[in-house]
């Protein structure tokens, strides 16, 4: 299968061409022109690299409204709703957790089959990202297991215990008798943990420079930028983040619409620009995942593309491209004709 794309305004590095995009075997090539089984009129469109989700759970969403799920028609409904938002390559955050349910040990090895006997089928790559709790002293094993097999993308460790185990610790006689022996009384001791708290939103961005001067990429959730803040008391705004260069990578979290309106919203706002912003959803995630072969529109590089516009709705998303076939098209219009055009390649203006 072959496509051109013609007449686009094409994100190659920090800036726009308008030159043509030719498509042949799933990668994108070096030659101007070419006989196209397929070819796109892009006029007035953007051609950007395809997105990569570091990190969602929003598959959640098909899998827990009802008991005995088929997880083939969870996943295949999940890619449709990642292709309508550009997202070409998606790390499913799959909780493995002591709770009963869709997060369960049980839940995590059903969906990990399901993802490797349809990974085929599907249109965007599906990744398995392992969000393992701490407190889940059964899997350990069946996480290095899958680490071992190479069936594991990512790999993450979650505490959602944190705030009752503190809450479990301040009412224990254990904490009594270790305030007693700092020689404070407990009125001391609760306002010296006041002072130590009232500082936590310094942590995560002192984290993030940390994380920055070692060469290591800072991620945060993209519905915090297009919210303007997050759901949960004491996190950083990401926008802000963004702004002071102390996040590198937006994830779709819960939301995968958020993607690409998270783009809008810094460049609404003069965060970043375009090309800059966008990079925060291919260039950069592929870099932290080391996909080499993804993440920007070059010769060699996989054929994962979105054509957008910018729009009342933020970025509007038109058609995506993933591994070299058209999977997403919401105007027929696009498909200017079965053969191609040649047109010579030209700097924007």
Known sequence: MSIQIHKGRVLAGSDFDLQPVIIRDGLIETSDTCQADLTLDAAGLMVLPGIVDIYGDAFERQIEPRSGVQFALALAETDRQLVANGITTACHAVTCSWEPGPRSLENA???????CHHAQTLSAEHRFHLRHEIF??????LSLDRVASGRLNA?????????????????SAKLGRMIKRTGLTPADDAARLERVTARRRECPASLARIAEAAGEHVIFGAPNVVR??????GCPDAGAMVASR???????????PA????????????????????????AHPADALGLQDRGAIAPGKRADLVLARMSGL???????IAKGELVYLTDARLISSAASHDVPARRAA
């Not at 790999?155 to 009412?171: C, G, P």
């Not at 933020?314 to 995506?320: F, K, N, R």
């Open 314 to 320: 933020g970025i509007e998303v038109l058609a995506t």
């Open 155 to 171: 790999l993450a460790f979650n505490d959602d215990m944190d705030d009752l185990t503190h809450n479990i610790s301040r009412r």
């Open 136 to 141: 889940n002293l059964d899997a350990p094993s």
């Open 246 to 256: 102390l996040c590198t990578i937006l994830a779709s979290d819960y939301f995968y």
């Open 228 to 233: 303007g803040g997050s759901q949960n008391m």
């Open 259 to 282: 993607m690409p309106q998270a783009v809008f919203t810094l460049v609404r706002n003069h965060a970043l620009t375009l090309a800059e912003a966008w990079n925060l959803i291919s």
């Open 109 to 115: 090895q059903r969906l990990l089959e399901a993802l």
